[in-house]
């Protein structure tokens, strides 16, 4: 009982928490078609860094989208990309999501920069990272952000300093939210890993809890379902029901939260490691706490909301 309880004190927190973080921002909106600001450099002085991905680089191995949201992400006039531990530390750049990208110098690059979908994490001990967060893009995505009179010399450089704003992922329109079940799970031991994929809209995921299907009732039983803990954008518990499992998230949702719940089973009993399922749950909210700029500290300068003009 005292367990219960207490998951549910934690995802009313969880909720009250979105709502006090995002009030201050719902009172000034960017004047551009985007509802983000652009972020900048920060208070260190340092800014976020793009470079280009090797030729051989998986294109979401992190992510377990595997080659297929190549051709996803170009008809959509995405890129795929690349980002590093910092966003991934607050689920910032938890799998799928998208952001505009375009270059700090702005004689360098045309205004409307490029769009990228993040399929991938970018494992490195670079320290330049610590500070100002880093996204690696194809070598096509680097020239479509290039001005046409310096196309060649941006790709010679090794890294291109960027101002990044989250954007609508419109590419997932079509889709369904989908679950992976991470390698790191065990079902004789009762440990479950997942990681969502195709999170439409532009929002996040707050709080995840898994129910047994065949006893889970439409109630909100409060004896029926297990929290999940997040961890580098990876939901996992130690203590997950047996049998096949049902689900419930809560998104980020304007300036709170709101539940999603689906009410049939979405992981089998026997679920497999790596496997990717569909939870049926379609995701489009728009949630003011996703233009944040912080990427995995605390002095990262706040969203700008008016649109900066290109000198």
Not at 251 to 265: F, M, P
């Amino acid at each position: 009982m005292a367990a219960a309880v207490a998951q549910q004190l934690l995802l009313v927190l969880t909720l009250l928490c979105l709502t006090v973080a995002t009030a201050s921002a719902s009172s000034s909106a960017p004047s551009s078609s985007y509802r983000c600001g652009w972020c900048r450099r920060r208070r260190s002085g340092t800014s976020a860094t793009a470079s280009i991905l090797p030729p051989d680089a998986a294109t979401g191995a992190a992510c377990g989208y595997g080659t297929a949201i190549s051709s996803a992400a170009a008809s959509g006039g995405f890129f795929f990309a690349a980002a590093s531990a910092e966003f991934f530390r607050r689920g910032q750049a938890a799998c799928g999501v998208c952001y505009q990208l375009r270059c700090r110098d702005r004689a360098s690059c045309g205004q409307q920069g490029v769009k990228v979908v993040i399929t991938d994490e970018i494992k490195t001990n670079r320290t330049a990272t610590a500070s100002g967060g880093w996204f690696m893009l194809p070598r096509e995505a680097l020239a479509a952000m290039a001005a046409p009179a310096v196309h060649g010399d941006l790709l010679q450089q090794q890294a291109v300093e960027v101002d990044f704003r989250r954007i609508p992922c419109d590419l997932h329109k079509d889709r369904t939210l989908a679950v992976r079940v991470e390698e790191t799970s065990r079902k004789d031991s009762g440990r479950l890993a997942l990681r969502f994929l195709y999170l439409g809209g532009q929002t996040d995921i707050a709080a995840v809890e898994v129910a047994p299907a065949a006893s889970a009732t439409l109630s909100s039983s409060s004896f029926s379902w297990r929290y999940l803990t997040r961890r580098d954008g990876v939901w996992s518990t130690t203590r997950a029901p047996a049998g096949p499992l049902r689900l419930r998230v809560v998104v980020t949702a304007g300036s709170g939260g709101k539940w999603l719940r689906a009410d049939r089973e979405v992981l089998p009993a026997e679920r497999m490691p790596g496997r990717v399922y569909d939870t049926g749950l379609r995701v489009d909210e728009f949630a003011v706490s996703t233009c944040s700029c912080s990427a995995g500290d605390e002095d990262d300068d706040k969203e700008v909301h008016k649109e900066e003009e290109f000198r």
